[in-house]
């Protein structure tokens, strides 16, 4: 059995003593993480250093409260870690403030609501099946259960945000919080001109860069933090840190996040998480960062004109940042089918809807995928296109079950060249 790298071998051993079916699930997994082309855009790979803070013994700590005035003693440490990861944030991202103990990205979305707005106040972003988040006001979440939600969308004949479009409808229904980002946008995002219409309305303009935070942190995406309130972001994906979340915002309203975060809606923060973000970051502040965040969008761009080549539906025809979301119409296959063959020949990603999509969201058109992983794993823009040629190949012969073993086989060759982060081969 082997472990991740950065695990005491204490630990490893306790592990395997205490609860062998949880161990071996855990190595099982991870021989999956290994050897499969991991595409889903959310997902990354974190280093060793990550995993091991993670897995620390900072996960008995409670700590209510922030640096300075907590509400229970022993602090002495724990306070110096958290101070160090906000001092990080606010350095790379060039932010007034920032608050990192929002346990993930939905939760520090509620967390700018509750600090701003009143219950059925008006709330507007980008429409989930055009690309944006449920925690942007769509009627399932409590964002739009709570709130008065409106959605803006895309262009029919683009599929690109018509900010004409969003400034018009703003002025007509006047939130009082303004996001843009999303879970499914390809290209870039106008910041500045959302910040722009947000000033018009009076509202509080929040830009969600979860998927593209290390993008941004290494200037391979333009950077709200000039034009926002509010920053909101997950501290995986693209930043390539442990499941968390993180606001930051302009010197003014740094009493009301805080508030809102504790005691608003959280008790004490995830001390090992906080730990892993701050090795993140720091990590997120070399030239290897930004080296690995520019491959990340070559990758993407090269994977997106592989399969338009071979006829894939690219939504809003290529990709200016990690995502990649492709209409399987024209390859005769939905997006579900197609992702669970991928699958099989060893290759994870996401089946997604599309904008406009006429089928169904658990059964959609489309499927989603992201170069954040590979791009870590160190494959360039030659791996993009082999990857493209055996996702056509298993999307125009999904019921082939020969093909996808054969497919999957030569995956596990390619991977064993690149090993990934974190993990021992």
Known sequence: MRYNAGMHPALQATLAAVDPEIAELIASEERRQRDKIRLIA?????????????????????????PGKRYYEGQQYIDQIEQIC?????????????????YSGSPANLAVYFAFLKPGDTVMGLGLPAGG???????????????RAVQYGVRKDTHRIDLDEVRELAHKEKPKLLFAGGTAIPRTIDFAAFGEIAREVGAVFVADIAH????VAAGAHPSPVPYADVVSTTTHKTLRGPRGGMLMCKATHQKAIDRAVFPG??????????????IALKEAATAEFKTY??????????????LVEKGWGVITGGSDNHLILADMTPKNVTGKIAAKALDVAGMELNY???????????????????????????????EMKQIASWMDQVASAPADVGLQEKIAGEIRELCAKFPAPGILI
Request: glycine fraction near 12%; charge should be positive.
């Open 352 to 382: 997604n809807s599309i904008p406009f999509d006429p089928r169904k969201p658990f059964d959609p058109s489309g499927v989603r995928l992201g170069t954040a992983s590979v791009t870590s794993r160190g494959m360039r823009e030659p």
């Open 42 to 66: 959310s997902e990354n790979y974190v280093s060793g250093a990550v995993l091991a803070a993670t897995g620390s013994i900072l996960t008995n700590k409670y700590s209510e409260g922030y």
């Open 293 to 306: 965040a520019h491959q990340i969008v070559a990758n993407s761009r090269a994977l997106a004109a592989a």
């Open 133 to 147: 988040h449920l925690t942007h006001g769509w009627p399932v979440s409590i964002t739009g259960s709570y709130f």
């Open 86 to 102: 906000i001092d990080r944030a606010k350095g790379l991202f060039g932010a007034e403030h920032a608050n990192v103990q929002p």
């Open 265 to 278: 809606l959280q008790g004490g923060p995830h001390n090992h998480t906080t730990a892993g973000i701050a």
């Open 212 to 215: 593209i935070a290390g993008l």
